[in-house]
């Protein structure tokens, strides 16, 4: 079993910058891969970074050169770096990794940008 915690969400304005924090209740070297969704009102759930266990990384096209993924093994945590921040990024954001044959999911944390 794995429990993902989200924090870091909350209001900015256009242009700000936010840092997403996702806390695992195990090692995250052993996910398969981990990342970062996200659901606005009426849209389906979408992806928006991810790695690898092998390292790579990958990102929606509409987040590449703002926003930045991370992990910090020792602490069980991944990250997401959001700048230049835009009112279309409001959502909920939800961690996610895949261990063994199973995905799990984070509760979300919401990211509203607005002036």
């Known amino acids: 079993q794995v429990q993902l915690v989200e924090s870091g969400g909350g209001l900015v304005q256009p242009g700000g910058s936010l840092r997403l924090s996702c806390a695992a209740s195990?090692?995250?070297?052993?996910?398969?891969?981990m990342g970062w969704y996200r659901q606005a009102p009426g849209k389906q759930r979408e992806l928006v970074a991810s790695f690898t266990k092998g390292g790579s990384t990958n990102y929606a096209d509409s987040v590449k050169g703002r926003f930045t993924i991370s992990r910090d093994n020792a602490k069980n945590t991944a990250y997401l770096q959001m700048n230049s921040l835009k009112p279309e990024d409001t959502a909920v954001y939800y961690c996610?990794?895949?261990?063994?044959?199973?995905?799990?999911w984070g509760q979300g944390t919401q990211v509203t940008v607005s002036s």
């Open positions: 996610n990794a895949g261990f063994i044959i199973r995905q799990y």
């Open positions: 195990r090692d995250i070297a052993d996910f398969n891969d």
